[in-house]
C-alpha cells in the first residue's frame, strides 16, 4: 500500500473526529515534508517505513533542516500517531516509530528582558506620534495586547471584536489550546488602550473590521504576518535577547508571579491545563529576586 494514501485516509478520518485546523494542518506539513525525504530514498509503500527510516529522517531534520529538538519532537509525535493508527487499522503488525525517543528539551520558558519590551513600545509610540502610520498604530496594541492578556499567537489570529466586551471588561477565546471556549479579564488599562484603537480604525478605514487586528486593507492578521512583524522590531532595534510572540506569553505569566499571585491564580489567567506547566515559570527570574531579599531581609535586626 501506497503511503500517500495511507496519509489521505488517516487525514480524512482525522477531519471526521473533528481535528483542529491547526493539527491538521501539522500532519499536512510533516507529510509533505516526510514523502519528499522518502521519495529521495526510493520509498513509497508501508513495508518499507520502519524504525530505522524514522531515525534516519529525523536526523536530517536536525543536521539538514537545523529542527531543535522540541520540533524534533512534534515531529516524532505525529509519526507515533499516524503509526498507531497504521496498527489499529491493521496495516502493519509493528509502529515503524518503536524504540525512536525523545530527545531531551530544554523546558525553561524563553523569558523577554523588561527592557527590551520598554524599548519596543517606547520606539512604537514614537514613530505613532512621529508619523501617525497604520502599522506603528496597530503595531503597538497588538503587542500591548499579547503582553498584557497572555493570548496565544493563534488566538490572536482567531479574535473579532465580537469576543471583546468593554463592557464587562471581558475577552472571549472560542478557539483555545483546549478547544473550548474561555474567558480573561481585561485590565482597565488595556481596556482604555483598545477603546482608542478601535476609534482609530473607524477613522484610518472608515470602519471597524471584524477582527481584532488587521492589515491596511482590513483583513485579518495572519501568524507568519505577525511573527515577521517581531522579527523587523527585533532587527530594527538590536535586540539581543527573546522577543517573540510567545515571549509576551511568558512575560504575562511570570509578570502574574513576580505581581504576587499565587500558582493557582496564575494557572487560571495563563489558562494551563495543569498547575506543572504554571510550575515552570518560578525560579526563572532569580536575579530579579536580589531585590526583594535586601528589602525584606530575614537578618534585618539581628546583625
Not at 531531551?104 to 520598554?118: G, N, S, T, V
Request: with cysteine; hydrophobic share 35%; proline share 3%.
Amino acid at each position: 500500500m501506497l503511503i500517500e494514501m495511507v496519509q489521505k485516509d488517516f487525514l480524512a478520518e482525522r477531519r471526521y473526529e473533528k481535528l483542529t485546523d491547526n493539527s491538521l494542518q501539522s500532519y499536512t506539513n510533516l507529510f509533505k515534508l516526510f514523502n519528499e525525504w522518502l521519495s529521495q530514498k526510493g520509498i513509497e509503500r508501508i513495508e518499507e517505513l520502519s524504525p530505522r527510516v524514522t531515525k534516519e529522517f529525523l536526523i536530517w531534520c536536525q543536521e539538514e533542516r537545523k529542527n531543535k529538538p522540541k520540533t524534533i519532537n512534534s515531529k516524532l509525535k505525529l509519526l507515533r500517531a499516524l503509526a498507531k493508527w497504521m496498527i489499529d487499522e491493521q496495516m502493519i503488525e509493528e509502529p515503524f516509530t518503536k524504540n525512536v525517543k525523545l530527545q531531551r528539551e530544554d523546558d525553561a520558558p524563553k523569558i523577554l528582558d523588561e527592557k527590551d519590551l520598554q524599548d519596543v513600545l517606547r520606539y512604537l509610540r514614537r514613530v505613532r506620534r512621529r508619523e501617525d502610520t497604520f502599522t506603528s498604530r496597530r503595531n503597538y496594541s497588538l503587542i500591548l495586547f499579547m503582553a498584557g492578556t497572555g493570548t496565544r499567537l493563534s488566538e490572536v489570529c482567531s479574535l473579532t471584536w465580537r469576543d471583546i466586551d468593554l463592557d464587562s471588561s471581558l475577552i472571549t477565546i472560542r478557539t483555545s489550546k483546549s478547544r473550548k471556549a474561555q474567558s480573561i479579564p481585561l485590565s482597565n488599562v488595556l481596556r482604555s488602550e483598545l477603546m482608542d484603537y478601535q476609534d482609530f480604525l473607524q477613522r484610518k478605514l472608515g470602519r471597524v473590521p471584524e477582527s481584532l487586528f488587521v492589515t491596511r486593507e482590513g483583513n485579518p492578521l495572519q501568524k507568519d504576518s505577525i511573527q515577521n512583524i517581531f522579527k523587523r522590531l527585533r532587527a530594527k532595534l538590536g535586540l539581543q535577547g527573546y522577543f517573540s510572540p510567545h515571549t509576551l506569553r511568558n512575560h504575562f505569566i511570570k509578570g502574574l508571579l513576580r505581581g504576587g499571585l499565587n500558582l493557582r491564580e496564575a494557572q487560571l489567567l495563563a489558562r494551563h491545563s495543569k498547575i506543572e506547566v504554571t510550575k515552570q515559570y518560578v525560579g526563572y527570574y532569580q536575579h530579579e529576586l536580589k531585590d526583594a531579599l535586601d528589602e525584606s531581609n530575614p537578618l534585618r535586626g539581628l546583625l
